[in-house]
């Protein structure tokens, strides 16, 4: 009887210090990988509306925008870059300008964001945070940003949510070769015989939340509501006004803006090559804006490696109760602009989108995710027409580690 | 009335959620069912969140930018 409680008994003690059994010639091998993505925008858009000239005028534009992002997986860890460039041609930068040049019609806008993710295996939980900037010679942000996405353990639903800040400064004169630093407010160059704003600062707090579900074997639903802060200096300082006794001022707005937004999506997986994308956007201010949106894209799976992304998307806003047109506002109102981006309107979106994936070892260590084309064409009730490019390439580098 | 509608929503969202074993996930598990946006789209809607006076939720940005000319 006691010979077998100790064997019994020395079983259970081998167990809490026994290790399993690695032979000694077995090696773990981990992949390492580095995703790079390639963007290439561009933008063109042409107006007759534009707020810098008080609600007319041409708002011809064209913005040039590369930007690059890299992607490092070790493990469990994940560190991603994204730096670009948006390089504006523009008549309205012309008058945005302390040193007033007609050959001056180019402006940049640069960025720069750094992400870091963990993820929690067991808890199927990710936590990621970040910071990042941009800046233009008129304009200087800092961003930063904490969340979480946490998944079931079937992996058929997940929760997350994402707490964004950004501080921006709105002075000029840090592109500028005379001064690289922020200097003063640009006001419209007939206007700048005084301070029009106590304050050049503007934050925003955006608080993103985000649930997905697996609805069936072909549909997945996601609702995304999405609250945003801004105070400070909510008008732009180069937006003129022109009332209806003829002065003119420069655009004033309320120091405070709350917005709310929910969008609805469903994806299904229609017969075996077609897949439907909705989506349904609401959203409301306290300027007086409420806005609703549709949109669909259908992606047409050609080949295993090669789909068209027909879209189309309908938007409609109702106009800011500080809104007019050139010439109507009173000069006894508060706040006032002729921002036709505030206005009632209606855009109409629509485009193509052409992805190939292959997905294809190029060597031993590089492998061609795939590529994207996309053209859409967006016009906007007011007249304003354009045109949106993008191409994207995907790129990763694999590398073996030895545990 | 409004909140016996938004219940009635909650509840067929979840009551029509059916179990989806791991080998029938090859529609939902497809790269295109996915619900984040490639960088086309991305673009997309911050062109949207500019030149419309809203800025749609879901989406990658939210500010950081003048986007004013």
């Given at each position: 009887m006691?010979?077998?409680y100790?064997?019994?008994?020395?079983?259970?003690?081998?167990?809490f210090?026994?290790?399993?059994?690695?032979?000694?010639d077995?090696?773990i091998?981990?992949?390492?990988?580095?995703?790079?993505e390639?963007?290439?925008n561009h933008?063109?858009?042409?107006?007759?509306?534009?707020?810098?000239?008080?609600?007319?005028?041409?708002?011809?534009l064209?913005?040039?925008g590369?930007?690059?992002t890299?992607?490092?997986?070790?493990?469990?860890?994940?560190?991603a870059?994204?730096?670009?460039?948006?390089?504006?041609?523009?008549?309205?930068?012309d008058?945005?300008?302390?040193?007033?040049s007609?050959?001056?019609?180019?402006?940049?806008?640069?960025f720069?964001?750094?992400?870091?993710?963990?993820?929690?295996?067991?808890q199927?939980?990710?936590?990621?945070?970040?910071?990042?900037?941009?800046?233009?010679?008129?304009?200087?942000?800092?961003?930063?940003?904490?969340?979480?996405?946490?998944?079931?353990?079937?992996k058929?639903?997940?929760?997350?949510?994402?707490?964004?800040?950004?501080?921006?400064?709105?002075?000029?004169?840090?592109?500028n070769?005379?001064?690289?630093?922020?200097?003063?407010?640009?006001?419209?160059?007939?206007?700048?015989?005084?301070?029009?704003?106590?304050?050049?600062?503007?934050?925003?707090?955006?608080?993103?939340?985000g649930?997905?579900?697996?609805?069936?074997?072909?549909?997945?639903?996601?609702?995304?509501?999405?609250?945003t802060?801004?105070?400070?200096?909510?008008a732009?300082p180069?937006?003129?006004?022109y009332?209806?006794?003829s002065?003119?001022?420069?655009?004033?707005?309320?120091?405070?803006?709350w917005?709310g937004?929910?969008?609805?999506?469903?994806?299904?997986f229609v017969g075996?090559?077609l897949?439907?994308?909705?989506?349904?956007?609401s959203?409301?201010d306290?300027?007086?804006?409420?806005?609703?949106?549709?949109e669909?894209?259908t992606?047409?799976?050609?080949?295993?490696?090669?789909?068209?992304?027909?879209?189309?998307?309908?938007?409609?806003?109702?106009?800011?109760?500080?809104?007019?047109?050139?010439?109507?506002?009173n000069?006894?109102?508060?706040?006032?602009t002729?921002?036709?981006?505030?206005?009632?309107?209606?855009?109409?979106?629509?485009?193509?989108?052409?992805?190939?994936?292959?997905?294809?070892?190029?060597?031993?260590?590089?492998?061609f995710?795939?590529m994207l084309?996309?053209?859409?064409?967006?016009y906007?009730?007011?007249?304003?027409?354009?045109?949106?490019?993008?191409?994207?390439?995907?790129?990763?580098?694999?590398?073996?580690?030895?545990? | 009335?409004?909140q016996?509608?938004i219940?009635?929503?909650?509840?067929?969202l979840?009551?029509?959620?059916?179990s989806?074993?791991?080998?029938?996930?090859q529609?939902?598990?497809?790269?295109e069912?996915?619900?984040?946006?490639?960088?086309?789209?991305?673009?997309?809607?911050?062109?949207?969140?500019?030149?419309?006076?809203?800025?749609?939720a879901?989406?990658?940005?939210?500010?950081?930018?003048?986007?004013c000319?």
């Amino acid at each position: 009887m006691k010979r077998k409680y100790l064997i019994i008994g020395s079983l259970v003690f081998s167990h809490f210090f026994a290790k399993a059994q690695v032979p000694q010639d077995t090696i773990i091998e981990k992949i390492n990988r580095t995703e790079i993505e390639l963007v290439y925008n561009h933008y063109m858009q042409d107006g007759n509306n534009s707020a810098v000239t008080g609600g007319i005028g041409t708002e011809k534009l064209t913005v040039y925008g590369p930007s690059l992002t890299m992607k490092k997986i070790v493990g469990n860890n994940s560190l991603a870059f994204n730096l670009g460039a948006d390089i504006i041609t523009s008549a309205s930068v012309d008058n945005i300008d302390s040193v007033m040049s007609s050959a001056s019609r180019r402006d940049a806008r640069s960025f720069f964001n750094a992400t870091y993710e963990h993820q929690f295996e067991k808890q199927n939980l990710a936590l990621f945070g970040g910071m990042g900037f941009s800046i233009e010679s008129d304009y200087f942000s800092i961003g930063s940003k904490l969340g979480l996405v946490k998944e079931d353990k079937k992996k058929l639903r997940s929760y997350s949510i994402q707490f964004q800040l950004f501080n921006d400064d709105l002075r000029w004169g840090r592109l500028n070769p005379a001064y690289y630093r922020p200097v003063k407010l640009i006001y419209p160059a007939e206007l700048r015989y005084q301070e029009w704003y106590d304050g050049y600062r503007r934050n925003s707090c955006n608080l993103k939340l985000g649930f997905t579900q697996a609805l069936n074997k072909r549909n997945i639903i996601g609702i995304f509501p999405e609250i945003t802060y801004q105070e400070g200096l909510l008008a732009t300082p180069f937006h003129r006004i022109y009332f209806s006794d003829s002065t003119e001022v420069v655009e004033q707005l309320p120091r405070e803006r709350w917005k709310g937004a929910l969008a609805l999506r469903l994806n299904s997986f229609v017969g075996g090559r077609l897949i439907l994308k909705n989506t349904i956007n609401s959203y409301a201010d306290n300027f007086g804006i409420l806005a609703f949106s549709v949109e669909n894209e259908t992606a047409l799976k050609l080949r295993h490696d090669l789909t068209l992304l027909p879209n189309i998307r309908f938007f409609a806003q109702t106009g800011s109760t500080y809104f007019a047109p050139y010439g109507m506002h009173n000069s006894n109102e508060t706040y006032y602009t002729s921002d036709f981006d505030l206005s009632e309107l209606q855009t109409y979106n629509a485009g193509i989108g052409l992805k190939i994936n292959p997905y294809k070892y190029l060597n031993k260590r590089m492998i061609f995710n795939g590529m994207l084309f996309r053209y859409n064409f967006l016009y906007r009730s007011n007249g304003l027409k354009a045109h949106i490019f993008s191409i994207v390439f995907q790129t990763e580098f694999q590398k073996k580690s030895h545990d | 009335m409004k909140q016996s509608a938004i219940r009635i929503v909650i509840l067929l969202l979840f009551t029509s959620c059916a179990s989806v074993k791991p080998y029938e996930r090859q529609f939902v598990n497809d790269p295109e069912m996915q619900l984040n946006d490639d960088a086309g789209r991305n673009f997309n809607s911050y062109v949207h969140s500019i030149r419309e006076g809203a800025t749609p939720a879901g989406t990658l940005k939210a500010s950081g930018g003048c986007g004013c000319n």
